[in-house]
């Protein structure tokens, strides 16, 4: 099969050969035909994240799309010719998704929403996991509740708002000026981030009460605004991107929650594999009922672009940016 590693930090993509995987036990043989792009594989490729490891020379891509070949003993669920998408790899020694084929843990995997072509089921994976597992695992966000996501037309932030507003929530989402049709067109309330100040904002979309979920998918400054921009007592503040150091305070005199999210702990330790691909069933269902759809990035790339796709998503894409092998 066709690979494309990377030999070095921030290395080009070379085109090689290397012999097809074979399925073992438990997984799923699945030819690949398109592969996202996030800022995480960007960091990953240059071997900044120090939580998100992919010993190099290595083949790279978290996300992928693309049609079962063969399966391996014990898989049941999965058959020739099936559909699927997934985050199957690109970290920790996996094997990523630039590639022709992938030998994946039919666990990571669920069937590809049939209403989405392989390139937008290859935008959803890690966006779709990270979002759910601090809406729903963490959060059990549901009606009546009032929840802000920031950066809401983001990666994270733009399935956010599709997954808290399908579970009866009623969303806001900070963005830009520019981006308030995005947030508007997702189903949040926009509120720009450079207009109003945090009181601002929660005087006038909660009475100063605060918001009962804020998920911050941005880190940082956001992160310590979130934990004064919260209910009090019942208020939960979610953070994919809690790596700095922040006073906890403003949250403890609110008696409110926090709970970080590390999406690539499944991959990395093998522990909770079978929930990843538990999500992403249920948000296919969610993109078959219309609920659930990538924002994905005007631009289209295949295999000898590579390269240049990274380049976009590292100068911050407008939309999920995915490769078409």
Not at 136 to 164: E, F, N
Not at 251 to 280: C, D
């Amino acid at each position: 099969m066709k690979i494309y590693k990377v030999e070095q930090p921030d290395g080009d993509f070379l085109e090689a050969v290397a012999p097809d995987p074979i399925a073992k036990a438990g997984e799923v043989l699945v030819r690949i035909h398109a592969s996202g792009v996030n800022p995480l594989d960007i960091k990953i490729r240059a071997g900044q994240a120090a939580h998100a490891r992919q010993p190099l020379p290595a083949v790279l891509g978290l996300d992928m799309a693309g049609v079962v070949e063969e399966v391996g003993e014990g898989v049941t669920e999965f058959k020739r010719d099936h559909e699927v998408f997934g985050m199957t790899g690109g970290v920790g020694g996996l094997q990523g998704s630039l590639a022709e084929l992938v030998a994946a843990d039919a666990r990571l995997l669920a069937h590809k929403p049939s209403k989405l072509s392989m390139r937008e089921a290859a935008a959803l994976p890690l966006s779709t996991i990270t979002a759910w597992e601090g809406l729903v695992d963490r959060a059990g966000v549901h009606a009546g509740q009032k929840v802000l996501i920031h950066a809401g037309a983001g990666g994270v932030g733009h399935i956010a708002v599709q997954i808290a507003k399908a579970r009866g929530a009623e969303v806001f989402a900070t963005v830009s000026a520019d981006k308030t049709e995005i947030a508007t067109g997702f189903g949040a309330t926009p509120i720009d981030y450079k207009a109003l100040s945090l009181a601002e904002y929660l005087a006038k979309y909660t009475d100063g009460a605060g918001f009962d979920v804020v998920y911050d998918t941005v880190g940082g400054k956001t992160l310590d605004d979130s934990f004064a921009a919260v209910r009090r007592y019942t208020g939960h503040v979610l953070s994919c991107l809690g790596w700095g150091t922040h006073a906890l305070a403003p949250l403890s005199f609110r008696g409110a929650t926090y709970s970080g999210v590390f999406t690539l702990l499944p991959l990395i330790t093998g522990e909770g594999r079978q929930h990843h691909g538990e999500i992403l069933a249920a948000a296919a269902k969610m993109a078959d009922e219309g609920k659930l759809k990538p924002l994905l990035a005007a631009e289209r790339f295949n295999a000898s672009m590579i390269g240049q796709a990274h380049a976009l998503v590292a100068s911050g894409s407008l939309g999920k940016v995915v490769i078409e092998l």
